[in-house]
């Protein structure tokens, strides 16, 4: 099987800064697109912020040029720096990656429980 784990959500003030961390283990042989979601109290699901395995980034329109989204491939691992926070990012966050668990396998997506980001005004 395949684990997405989050990490790094936490309470924040206006315009502070926080850094999410998305861990993939298990039966991987590669993983294609990663991507960061969420989901605000009351709301629908949001794709926040998207990056190919080579590295191309897109972002929702409300997270351009605050939310950077990066990752490590060696590592398995995804992260969104999360810059001048407002209260409407408060939300559950969740990873999402497009694993590919051998050469004989079509990908599948798999999601991460999500982490909470509080902004306080």
Known sequence: QV????????LV???GSLRLSCAASGRIFTINAMAWHRRAPGKEREL??????GGRTNYADSVKGR????RDN???MVYLQ???LKPEDTAVYYCSAE???????RPNDYWGQGTQVTVSS
């Open 82 to 84: 999360m810059n001048s």
């Open 3 to 10: 684990q997405l784990v989050e990490s790094g959500g936490g």
């Open 13 to 15: 003030q206006t315009g």
């Open 74 to 76: 060696a590592k398995n």
């Open 67 to 70: 939310f950077i989204i990066s």
């Open 99 to 105: 694993v590919v668990k051998g050469s004989i396998y």
């Open 48 to 53: 926040v912020a998207t990056i190919t395995a």
